[in-house]
């Protein structure tokens, strides 16, 4: 079973939408949960890291539910730039390793 | 800042040839990993460590080698280029432990194998 499972999509939304990504983690004991962003053909970069409470960085929000062992990242007023690879990354109780689902793709639409 | 810098951006090999990926970083992170993306995949870990001295396989370490012989450098050695092995190679580190434990990446390694 692998560490980190994605929804693929493509998820194509018009501009202003709504649109929510979901991902699913094995390890019950996992301890680090972030959203990292990826542009076509570049680096994976740091979205938001994802705690407990819940958190907000602007028009994103990342919500963690430990008992389901699912993370989950909120776009709200969906803008063009938006268009990126999701990936999902946790850090299991080991703490060596950054375990990436396949990643969501989103492209949102004029 | 540097931050993680990877060297070639492109290379293109013939099937049996050797190459070296170069990575630095600048950041003074004891982790270190390279991982390759095929085309619409994910990430996987080839290699990775924690710190100069230590290495340890990840989940795709065949036909590949790695060394730490300092925090710095963390090289990836394809001793017989197959055509398998024509990815995206990304280099990257991390404070692991940290409070902020941020993944640096390099800006990666396009190579083809003909």
């Known amino acids: 079973r692998k560490e980190v499972e994605q929804d693929p999509g493509p998820f194509n939304v018009p501009e202003g939408a709504t649109v929510a990504f979901n991902c699913t983690y094995s390890?019950?004991?996992?301890?680090?949960f972030f959203w990292y962003r990826q542009d076509c053909r570049k680096e994976p970069k740091l979205l938001m890291s994802v705690y407990s409470s819940g958190n907000e960085d602007g028009r994103f929000t990342a919500q963690l539910n430990r008992a389901s062992q699912y993370i989950s990242l909120l776009i709200r007023d969906s803008k063009l730039s938006d268009s990126a690879t999701y990936l999902c990354?946790?850090?299991?109780?080991?703490?060596?390793?950054?375990?990436f689902g396949t990643g969501t793709s989103l492209t949102v639409i004029p | 800042n540097a931050g993680v810098t990877q060297t070639p951006k492109f290379r293109i090999l013939k099937i049996g040839q050797s190459m070296t990926l170069q990575c630095a970083q600048d950041?003074?992170?004891?982790?270190m990993y390279w991982y390759r993306q095929d085309p619409g995949m994910g990430l996987k870990l080839i290699y990775y460590s924690v710190g100069a001295g230590i290495t340890d396989k990840g989940e795709v370490p065949n036909g590949y080698n790695v060394s730490r012989s300092t925090t710095e450098d963390f090289p990836l050695r394809l001793e017989l280029a197959a055509p398998s092995q024509t990815s995206v190679y990304f280099c990257?580190?991390?404070?692991?432990?940290?409070?902020?434990?941020?993944?640096?990446f390099g800006s990666g390694t396009q190579l083809s194998v003909l």
């Open positions: 990354v946790v850090i299991t109780n080991t703490g060596n390793q950054f375990y």
């Open positions: 390890n019950s004991a996992s301890q680090s």
């Open positions: 990257a580190s991390s404070d692991m432990g940290a409070a902020n434990e941020k993944l640096f």
């Open positions: 950041m003074n992170h004891n982790y």
